[in-house]
Nanobody
Framework: VQLVESGGGLVQPGGSLSVSCAAS????????MYWYRQAPGKERELVAS????????IYVDSVKGRFAISRDNAKNTVYLQMNNLKPEDTAVYYC?????WGQGTQVTVSS
């Protein structure tokens, strides 16, 4: 299992950013995919999840209405679209499945 995140960066409050996770080494379309994040000094938290065929998504309350998780099973990729970003969204964002994690991508929301 290999998970490689990309797309992080610096964005101003109220801005948007999309992060991606390219997966390989397993049957991607068969598994739920997760996005987690970890802010400095805090525990890692589950941000969103999406079922194998994308029919069901779940979000932590703090991002509902602002973030959207999606997947492209043909490309073995899961995405997290983040809108109306807030400074408290600053964290390293990780995708995960099957007990494995990517290396993470840094998202910083600051003016």
């Amino acid at each position: 299992v290999q998970l490689v995140e990309s797309g992080g960066g610096l964005v101003q409050p109220g801005g948007s950013l999309s992060v991606s996770c390219a997966a390989s080494g397993f049957s991607f379309s068969s598994y739920i995919m997760y996005w987690y994040r970890q802010a400095p000094g805090k525990e890692r938290e589950l941000v969103a999840s999406i079922t194998s065929v994308g029919g069901s998504t779940i979000y932590v309350d703090s991002v509902k209405g602002r973030f959207a998780i999606s997947r492209d099973n043909a490309k073995n990729t899961v995405y997290l679209q983040m809108n109306n970003l807030k400074p408290e969204d600053t964290a390293v964002y990780y995708c995960a499945t099957l007990g494995r994690w990517g290396q993470g991508t840094q998202v910083t929301v600051s003016s």
